[in-house]
Antibody, heavy 121, light 109 residues
Framework: QITLKESGPTLVKPTQTLTLTCTFSGFSLSTSGVGVGWIRQPPGKALEWLALIYWDDDKRYSPSLKSRLTITKDTSKNQVVLTMTNMDPVDTATYYC?????????????WGQGTMVTVSS | QSALTQPRSVSGSPGQSVTISCTGTSSDVGGYNYVSWYQQHPGKAPKLMIYDVSKRPSGVPDRFSGSKSGNTASLTISGLQAEDEADYYCCSYAGSSWVFGGGTKLTVL
């Protein structure tokens, strides 16, 4: 059974850097064809894809946020970390991590429960 | 990279069918057969309903179907049930990135 869970601060101040951790079980990020992505959703608004990392450390970023995002993995800890710099109130959102696998290509088949992040001074 | 265009809302009565459209460009929807659809109930995480334009993951009822023509993908839900009331999002691969739609609220009357 695959599960993912996001963790991190619930409140950050403007201009600060946000660090979120996705801890997963039921799969390994060293297995060929596996990826973990991050997606966010501001309150009452649509989903927005942010970043994805593959088993081979290939990384993809949203073109509009690329300069602010870094995604890394720690295979031994079954974790993926997303950092977002220069946080702004418009970045207030629920942040989700999600699983991707070669057999269901380019779709996020299993999602974490999400973690709400508020940006406010 | 702009969000895919979906109608803000659709509605239907139990037993009826509804179709939700998702319009993109030749750089995303029209360029790849990698459109997926997600169902999201209030306060819950999204759930994958359709991938590869028209394939259903295990456990998703065959009342849910997907298709694509040109730059527009569609999700059709037949035999509407009360539990289908939710927000629906399309998503397309866009060549090294992914883009979601603005979401459609489905109301079951």
């Amino acid at each position: 059974q695959i599960t993912l869970k996001e963790s991190g601060p619930t409140l950050v101040k403007p201009t600060q850097t946000l660090t979120l951790t996705c801890t997963f079980s039921g799969f390994s990020l060293s297995t060929s064809g596996v990826g973990v992505g991050w997606i966010r959703q501001p309150p009452g608004k649509a989903l927005e894809w942010l970043a994805l990392i593959y088993w081979d450390d290939d990384k993809r970023y949203s073109p509009s946020l690329k300069s602010r995002l870094t995604i890394t993995k720690d295979t031994s800890k079954n974790q993926v970390v997303l950092t977002m710099t220069n946080m702004d109130p418009v970045d207030t959102a629920t942040y989700y991590c999600a699983h991707m696998i070669w057999s269901i290509p380019n779709a996020f088949d299993i999602w974490g429960q999400g973690t709400m992040v508020t940006v406010s001074s | 990279q702009s969000a895919l265009t979906q109608p803000r809302s659709v509605s239907g009565s139990p037993g009826q069918s509804v179709t939700i459209s998702c319009t993109g460009t030749s750089s995303d929807v029209g360029g790849y057969n990698y459109v997926s659809w997600y169902q999201q109930h209030p306060g819950k995480a999204p759930k994958l309903m359709i991938y590869d334009v028209s394939k259903r993951p295990s456990g998703v009822p065959d009342r849910f179907s997907g298709s694509k023509s040109g730059n527009t993908a569609s999700l059709t839900i037949s035999g509407l049930q009360a539990e289908d009331e939710a927000d629906y999002y399309c998503c397309s691969y866009a060549g090294s990135s992914w883009v979601f739609g603005g979401g459609t609220k489905l109301t079951v009357l």
